[in-house]
């Protein structure tokens, strides 16, 4: 798929590649190509590799879902990346590329993996497939003894996980040319990204934080709750899959980080449409905080996720007690209606987990996404159930309390 553009309109691309160990060390070219329906590589230019590692390619049109590889002179691949489309940030006239990296290399690769496994190209979001794809899932998979069916194991679970995505949107309405939206929306943001990458700033979640900003203006078709319940789906679904590219103790639970921008939003909006602004600050920090900490800081993303739980729901000077505490309700009450949501949602992970490794050897993704989809409706209706009469006392925020224990206990499942 090209963009719409004007004859001859040629684009061009900037990076750097970046090899563990120091200095490059040898002469790099850096190759841009995209896949053809039939999983075989058409290459559209080449260009040099300087001694700092930095290339610049022209190419005589603008084009989407563009491989990058940095071969040596025996046409050796020793770096790769995925770019999303050659189409700029706001502002430039380059499209700057990400750096190279592992895990630039990984998301290169399952793309790749996906096509020649017979996804069309046009059928893949590769802006989802970067945010899912991280730096602990890429160290596991080279440490693994079985690369090749690792990276089989990750297209599955991508092209799992995006149908599931989609099938979450589809309502009255939702046509194909809305699923293409959905597809190329985030295109810019990504771009903004890249750049932002590549300067090699000190703040990555600041990065991130900027990219979502795009990200919902070109997706607000959608409300927050809408994406949540989106990324909820697609996670699960995507890690449950995805266990099975893990080897030992590199298995990290490894949320996505469009998953963790859409709860958080979610959470937001809750609270606004709840009359309660005064508590947003303090859910914005705390969803602010667990990217940082996810993106810059060493914590154990379930000890992030656990923290975060805590501040909006868990803990007793929580988002929700807070909202709850000019109410009627009872302390006592409201504790162990938390308590047992929290149950609730951990059993609700071991399930979803045992559903989707059961099915994901003889059933379709689009049977996947369904079997998810089924299983958050039912957990979602006996939660409800259980919580709505003891919630009576809190009046016009018995609805919001309950929405804020669904989100938080839902989301990020291992």
């Known amino acids: 798929m090209l963009f719409a553009c004007r004859a001859g309109e040629e684009v061009e691309i900037r990076g750097r590649v970046t090899l563990s160990g120091g200095p ?13 329906v039939d999983g075989q590589a058409k290459v559209l230019a080449e260009t040099d590799v300087d001694e700092q590692g930095t290339y610049r390619l022209k190419l005589d049109q603008p084009y989407v879902r563009v491989i990058l590889d940095a071969v040596n002179n025996s046409g050796g691949t020793r770096a790769s990346a995925l770019l999303d489309s050659t189409e700029a940030a706001p502002g430039q006239d380059v499209r700057t590329a990400p750096p190279m990296t592992l895990e630039t290399a990984l998301e290169a690769e399952v793309y790749t993996q996906m096509v020649r496994d017979g996804v069309e190209p046009g059928n893949v979001d590769t802006v989802d497939l970067r945010l899912r794809l991280t730096a602990s899932r890429a160290q596991a998979v080279q440490k693994s003894g079985d690369i090749p069916g690792a990276l089989r ?3 599955v679970a991508v092209r799992a996980a995006q149908q599931a995505r989609l099938r979450a949107y589809a309502k009255p309405g939702f046509e194909y040319v809305h699923k293409a939206e959905l597809l190329s929306a985030p295109r810019q943001a990504a771009a903004t990204l890249d750049l932002a990458l590549d300067s090699g700033t000190s703040s990555p979640a600041k990065a991130y934080a900027d990219f979502f900003v795009v990200w919902d203006a070109a997706l607000s078709m959608h409300s927050a709750l809408e994406h949540q319940k989106a990324e909820r789906d697609a996670g699960m679904v995507f ?4 266990k099975e590219a893990c080897i030992g103790d590199d298995c990290q639970f490894d949320p996505s980080l469009a998953e963790i921008h859409a709860t958080g939003a979610a959470v937001h909006l809750v609270l606004q449409q709840a009359g309660a602004s005064g508590l947003q600050p303090a859910a914005d920090a705390a969803a602010s905080e667990l990217l940082s900490n996810l993106l810059e800081s060493p914590v154990n993303p379930t000890e992030a996720w656990t923290r975060y739980r805590a501040s909006i729901v868990d803990a007793e000077d929580s988002v929700l007690y807070r909202l709850l505490e000019d109410t009627d309700i009872e302390r006592p009450t409201l504790w162990q209606l938390v308590q047992a949501s929290k149950l609730n949602g951990a059993m609700l992970g071991l399930v979803m987990l045992e559903l989707i490794l059961k099915d994901v050897s003889s059933s379709s993704p689009e049977a996947i996404a369904q079997s998810v989809d089924r299983a958050f409706a039912n957990h979602t209706a006996e939660l409800t159930r259980a919580a709505s009469p003891h919630l009576e006392a809190a009046g016009d925020r018995a609805q919001p309390a ?11 499942r291992p």
Do not use: F, N, P
């Open 239 to 242: 890690r449950a899959i995805a």
């Open 24 to 36: 490059l060390g040898q002469e790099l070219r850096v190759r841009a190509s995209i896949l053809e």
């Open 402 to 412: 309950l929405t804020l224990m669904l989100i938080t206990q839902e989301a990020a």
């Open 153 to 155: 194991t990750l297209g």
